[in-house]
């Protein structure tokens, strides 16, 4: 028996029979692609080292008042999270999640997925779920295994296939 399903057209694997989103990256099924550059693979040896950007000393203002603040490693902003869950990688239109598009930083080039990521909220605090990416997810230089969350200290330092950024909360 052949099980016929639809082709993703942006990460061209077989989903399910009548599925509308791919399960795999999360693009529309019935659409054109909406991305199609694809995720580099780096080799391990290849990541550079995070240069004691955890050390650096964070002004009391950085820290949003409220949810979970995301920085570039030379603290600009990238956002500030209020919601129970949000995905980290690059947006792709159609799929209903809320994703932090870090395309605008150089996301393609430094090996990061369209769904990265995930940060979760819980009452103990904030987590984060590598979601099987490509290049893998670091907290402080400590490699995450995929879907298994691990909790975030506020001035860790994350780091999504190359890019390092920062989160800060109360």
Same mark, same amino acid.
């Not at 999360?26 to 991305?35: E, I, S, T, V």
């Not at 693979?41 to 990541?47: P, Q, T, W």
């Not at 209020?82 to 980290?88: F, N, Q, V």
């Given at each position: 028996m052949t099980v016929v399903g639809e082709i993703c057209p942006s990460c061209k694997l077989r989903n399910k029979p009548g599925a509308i989103l791919c399960?795999?990256?999360? =693009?529309?099924?019935?659409?054109?692609?909406? #991305?199609? *550059? =694809?995720?580099?693979?780096?080799?391990?040896? #290849?990541? *550079?080292?995070?240069?004691s950007i955890r050390t650096r000393k964070y002004t009391k203002s950085l820290v949003p008042e409220s949810g979970l603040g995301i920085y570039l490693e030379n603290t600009l902003p990238v956002t500030i999270v209020?919601?129970?869950?949000?995905?980290?990688g690059r947006r792709a239109s159609g799929t209903g999640e809320f994703v932090v598009d870090l395309t605008p930083f150089d996301a393609i080039q430094l090996g990061v997925s369209r769904r990265h990521a995930a940060i979760h909220r819980e009452e103990d605090g904030y987590y984060i779920t590598d979601l099987n990416s490509t290049n893998g997810t670091r907290i402080n230089g400590r490699r995450l295994l995929p879907n298994t969350p691990c909790r975030l200290t506020s001035g860790d330092v994350l780091t999504l296939g190359r890019l390092n950024l920062i989160v800060l909360y109360k």
């Open positions: 399960t795999f990256c999360g =693009a529309p099924l019935n659409g054109p692609p909406q #991305d199609t *550059r =694809a995720t580099n693979r780096f080799d391990e040896d #290849d990541n *550079r080292d995070i240069v209020h919601k129970e869950e949000a995905i980290l």
